[in-house]
């Protein structure tokens, strides 16, 4: 069984599994199960988009949650001034869209190093936390949208069916949304990084010199592999609006930046399957510790009860112990079992013939 085969089983299992939890889980889960594993799909393709950004082109960045909270944002003030949902939705996914292409422009073309392209987005994201969190007086709207400041914006309107503003897409209707626009951005990912552009890109990510020498020029791959992550990430923060129907300047803040790091770190750097079980992980592991909070006086209660101190620690010993991440470390433990059986196989089926040359 050589590589294609198993990569095209490994895309049919995806596809299975994925259409059937889609179809299974409203009809056998509760409506708080089903919303909890909503917002589980929206952050999957969240750190799809990081995926993409980070694992294929090389990118490390740290304003993801930027272009989510812009995305967010977006769809909020102009639902608010506009009430129906058809366009509020496109600019949602266009102006983080747009705002990435335009830092990454001066980024890339600037030949500003991976480090400080860190920094940047950092100190992007950390400028939008602290501008959105300043506008808490009245005066501060965008048309019949207040934007709260630290309060944030509550109330806002959900996604209705195109064209059809009194048909509102319900809870039920949200994780069907959701999980489709899941495997969707999945299989989308996959197909673009099987094309020309994806074997570029991937090979800008090995050795941009070589890249630049052979005729490519890396500057407009890695700003185009920029914005389809900015993209994603404002479609993944518009889902988010709608899912709790309100959005405050805490999805900017350090605390998501670092989560979306993690997720891709845990799941395996390169794959696009490991950053959503990175992510579903994490987030199914911080709402277990959050709803089962131990009681007690001792220090290992306390410990439980301390999240972002087991985070650091999973983090850590993930960087340290299972660098390559989950799904890369089974992949190679599983090519070491096939490498060994096949070993086996052929020794066993040399036996007979060494018995009979004895």
Same mark, same amino acid.
């Given at each position: ?18 259409? @059937? ?7 056998? =889960? ?10 589980? +799909? $929206? +952050? ?14 090389? $990118? ?5 949650? @930027? ?11 102009? +639902?608010?001034? $506009? ?17 990435? =292409? ?24 950390? $400028? ?45 209707? +949200? ?44 500057? @407009? ?19 988010? @609006? ?117």
């Amino acid at each position: 069984m050589n590589a294609r085969t198993l990569n095209i089983l490994g895309l049919g299992l995806v596809g299975i599994v994925g259409i @059937a939890f889609l179809i299974l889980t409203p009809r056998f =889960a509760e409506l708080d199960t089903v919303l909890e594993l909503t917002v589980y +799909m $929206i +952050m999957a393709v969240l750190s799809l988009s990081l995926a993409l950004i980070w694992g294929y082109g090389g $990118i490390l960045c740290f304003g993801q949650s @930027a272009f989510f909270g812009l995305g967010a944002y977006t769809y909020a003030i102009a +639902m608010f001034n $506009i009430g129906e949902s058809t366009v509020p939705f496109l600019l949602a996914i266009a102006l983080p869209a747009a705002f990435a =292409a335009l830092l990454g422009y001066f980024v890339f073309y600037g030949r500003i190093s991976d480090v400080y392209l860190g920094v940047i987005t950092l100190t992007v994201t950390l $400028i939008l936390f602290n501008s959105i969190n300043s506008t808490a007086g009245p005066e501060f709207h965008i048309g019949a949208a207040r934007l709260g400041g630290f309060n944030g914006i509550p109330g806002i309107p959900a996604l209705n069916y195109p064209g059809n503003k009194a048909a509102a897409v319900d809870l039920e209707g +949200m994780f069907y949304l959701s999980t489709a626009a899941l495997l969707v951005t999945y299989f989308g990912l996959r197909l673009l990084l099987a094309s020309r552009f994806g074997r570029i890109i991937v090979g800008i990510r090995e050795n941009e010199r070589r890249a630049e020498l052979l005729g490519y020029d890396p500057r @407009a791959y890695k700003l185009v592999t920029f914005t389809i992550g900015g993209a994603l990430a404002g479609f993944a923060g518009c889902l988010f @609006a709608n899912w709790g129907n309100f959005v405050s300047p805490t999805i900017f803040g350090l605390a998501q930046s670092a989560q979306i790091i993690i997720w891709v770190i845990v799941g395996g750097r390169g794959t696009l399957i490991g950053p959503i079980i990175g992510c579903i992980g994490i987030q199914w592991l911080t709402t277990a510790l959050g709803a089962n909070q131990p009681s007690g006086s001792d220090w290992w209660t306390k410990l439980l009860a301390n999240a972002p101190f087991i985070f650091g620690v999973i983090l850590i010993a993930f960087v340290l112990l299972v660098p390559k991440g989950l799904v890369p470390t089974f992949g190679d433990f599983g090519q070491w079992l096939l490498r060994a059986r096949t070993r086996r196989v052929a020794a066993a089926s040399l036996e007979p013939k060494q018995a009979e040359e004895g």
